[in-house]
C-alpha cells in the first residue's frame, strides 16, 4: 500500500466497505446511496441482471447440446451415457440424433 497516494488509498478503503475518509469518499457516498434508493434504476438494473442470467442459461444449454452433438457423431457412446455426460435428458438427445441423421 505505500505505492500509492493518501487520496488512492481512501478510495481503495471505501470501496472496500470502510467509511468515507476525505470530502471526495464522501461526496462519493452520497451519490452511491441516492442511486440505491433510484427505483427506476433499480428496475433497470435487475432487468438488465435478468436478461444477463437467461443469456448465460442459453450459453449454457448450447453448449450442453453442442456437446451431446460432438459425442453422437463420434458414435462411441451409447445414447444413455451421451445424456448422462452431456447434462440432457434423454429425450434431448434423441432428438438431436434425429436432427443430426436428417441435416
Known amino acids: 500500500m505505500d ?19 476525505d470530502n ?33 442459461e442459453q450459453g449454457i444449454e448450447k453448449e450442453k447440446m453442442e456437446s451431446a452433438m460432438r459425442m453422437i457423431e463420434d458414435g462411441g457412446l451409447p445414447l444413455e451415457k451421451v445424456a448422462v455426460y452431456s447434462g440432457l435428458t434423454l429425450e434431448q438427445v434423441l432428438e438431436l440424433e434425429k436432427r443430426l441423421q436428417l441435416a
Not at 505505492?3 to 475518509?21: A, N, Q, S, W, Y
Not at 451519490?31 to 427505483?39: A, D, I, M, P
Request: no cysteine.
Open 3 to 21: 505505492d500509492v497516494t493518501p487520496e488512492m488509498k481512501k478510495l481503495l478503503d471505501f470501496i472496500d466497505g470502510k467509511e468515507p475518509g
Open 24 to 56: 471526495f469518499t464522501r461526496e462519493l457516498d452520497k451519490v452511491v446511496q441516492s442511486v440505491r434508493k433510484n427505483e427506476k434504476w433499480r428496475l433497470d438494473y435487475m432487468t438488465l441482471q435478468m436478461h444477463y442470467q437467461e443469456k448465460y
